[in-house]
């Protein structure tokens, strides 16, 4: 995975001592700072970013699990031919 392009692990630009403008970025500085969080990005469905801590419960997992088992067993049973 790529690193958050915010947060303690952004590279700030420095300014330089004898001017106000910032000093260029180059190499991995650069694409750090204009790296895009890829679950803010538009285009990227079913990801969704979350607040620090926050977890799904383990019972909805479990809940999927047991639904969907117990659906493909009741679809199985309409196929002629079982015992």
Do not use: C, K, N, Y
């Not at 679950?39 to 990227?44: H, L």
């Amino acid at each position: 995975m790529s690193a958050p392009a915010s947060g303690p692990t952004a590279v700030p630009p420095t300014v330089s001592p004898t001017s106000a403008e910032p000093e260029a970025r180059t190499g991995a500085q650069a694409v750090v700072a204009d790296a895009i969080d890829p679950a803010r990005r538009p285009d990227v469905l079913l990801r969704v970013r979350r607040d620090e801590g926050h977890e799904v419960s383990a019972w909805w997992l479990i809940g999927a699990f047991v639904f969907i088992s117990g659906a493909v067993i009741a679809l199985l049973s309409f196929v002629p031919g079982g015992s």
